[in-house]
C-alpha cells in the first residue's frame, strides 16, 4: 500500500479551546492506536487516564505507554478516541481505532483518506 502522511487536529474534550494542529502523521492502519507527542497532549490539558499499557513494536519489542481521551478532527470529520502519549523516539501515527471512529478508510492508489461510507447496523 506504501505509507502516506496526513495532517488533523487534536482537542481536549472537556475544553474544546485547547487544541493543536498536528500538520504530518502518518496513517497506519496496521496499529491500533494513534499516538501523538506526550508533550503536546500535556499542553492541551489531556491527561493520562490509562497507565503503563503494554504494546508490541513492529520489531517485537514490548514498551509501555499511557493513554489519555481525545478529539480527533480531519477536515469535516471527528471523533472522541484514546490517545497514545508518544515519548521521544515514537512516531505520530493515526492509527486504525481512530480511522474507524473518523468513518474514514485508505484509497491506497491515491495515497489518501476518503469517506467509507454508510455505517453497517445489525
Known sequence: ???????????NHVNRKKRIHVLK????TGSEYTWVSGELLKEIGITREKKDLLFVMANGQHITRNIGFAIIKIGEYFTIDEIVFGEEGDMTILGARTLEGL????????????????????
Open 1 to 11: 500500500m506504501g505509507t502516506f502522511y496526513t495532517a488533523c487536529i487534536i482537542e
Open 25 to 28: 502523521i502518518l496513517v497506519d
Open 103 to 122: 468513518n474514514l478508510t485508505v484509497d491506497p492508489r491515491q495515497k489518501k483518506l476518503v469517506a467509507a461510507g454508510p455505517l453497517p447496523v445489525a
